[in-house]
């Protein structure tokens, strides 16, 4: 039988993993029985992220005993984002699932996911951290400012605490793939479609083994990304600052004039030194912003590739599972 020919399974589970050679049996352990419960065909593509650990190698021994089991390996380590675009690439699915390998978000809410989505033939189900008390208070902390802000500057596009753990349709991950990919974050993209959807809420577990791969330079990156992305605000609340700074200018203009001819001048270093310190970081913050933007634009005008694929075991195996 050629690749071609083989059936499409009903479910695939996209797993990004970059260096998780410690989670990954865990993570075998808890997903497969899961999987197998539902009585349908799966494969699960896990994408090895240009790990440099033994990560690749883990996942070539699992496969023995488990042939719905798929490696997907970029070249290079791409960024979490860029492992999911090329997992709902080359997922062959019905329905995707979209999982990280650290096990905080638990493979048993599958099933619940895929049973909401077939009885109410609905396109996406999100998985929704109802409870975060694994997490520390710093980032729950920042992750309730981070969504307040998206949903303030996107009129509340995409439910609060929704990561990206989800499930989709083929026709979602239709529409998700034809979109450009530089620079996209998948938890805004799929709730800015607007397909019919719903919720599944779980409890968020501390990370099963390893150290986590987001710092807080990726979060800030992250947080960059989601708002340039899906919003403009940002531009137009630089050219906002802007205005009121002009308005501002205006003021001090016309009450440095009346001072001057009541003969109230006096020498002020100090209040100029300010004044010109305010301005000079807010037209810096400005351009900051604006920067980018113009560096998003650049970089979808370059059109480079976001992830590089180096091998599929798909397309090795004379038979690929499932």
């Keep these: ?28 352990a808890r997903l497969r029985p899961v999987l197998d419960a539902t009585g349908h065909d799966y494969e699960v593509v896990l994408v090895d992220d240009g ?20 490696l997907v ?15 709902l690439r080359r997922a062959r699915g019905d329905y995707v699932v979209t999982l990280d390998a650290d096990l905080q978000d638990p493979p048993e809410a599958i099933g619940e996911m895929l049973q909401a989505a077939l009885a109410g033939h609905l396109d996406v189900v999100y998985g929704i951290r109802s409870d975060r008390s694994s997490d520390s208070r710093f980032k729950r902390g ?3 400012i981070f969504y307040r802000v998206i949903a303030r500057l996107t009129g509340g596009a995409g439910p609060s605490q929704a990561g990206d753990y989800r499930l989709m349709s083929r026709a ?15 938890r805004f993209v799929v709730p800015a479609l607007g397909y019919p959807s719903t919720s599944v809420s779980y409890r968020r577990e501390a990370r099963a083994a390893g150290q986590t791969k987001y ?16 919003s403009m605000a940002p531009l137009r609340l630089a050219t906002l600052t802007g205005l009121l700074g002009g308005l501002l200018a205006v003021v001090v203009g016309i009450s440095t004039l009346v001072s001057h001819w009541t003969g109230h001048t006096l020498p002020g270093w100090t209040s100029t030194v300010g004044i010109v310190s305010a301005f000079s970081a807010l037209q810096l913050v400005c351009l900051g912003i604006i920067g980018e933007y113009l560096g998003r634009a650049y970089t979808f005008l370059q059109d480079w590739p976001t992830y590089s694929v180096a091998y599929d075991s798909a397309e090795s195996d004379p038979h690929p599972g499932p």
């Design 142 to 144: 920042t992750a309730a």
């Design 215 to 230: 710092g807080l330079w990726r979060m800030v990156r992250l947080s960059l990304d989601s708002i340039t992305a899906v």
């Design 1 to 28: 039988m050629e690749d071609g020919d083989d059936p499409r399974p009903l479910v695939s589970v996209v797993v990004p993993a970059f260096n998780e050679e410690d989670v990954l049996p865990l993570l075998a």
């Design 172 to 186: 979602t991950v239709e529409a998700v793939n034809s979109l450009p990919e530089s620079g996209r974050v998948l």
């Design 73 to 87: 390996s970029l070249r290079v380590n791409a960024g979490h984002q860029a492992a999911l675009s090329a997992g």
């Design 51 to 70: 790990s440099t650990d033994q990560s690749a190698a883990v996942v070539v021994g699992l496969r023995r005993g488990w042939p719905q089991l798929r």
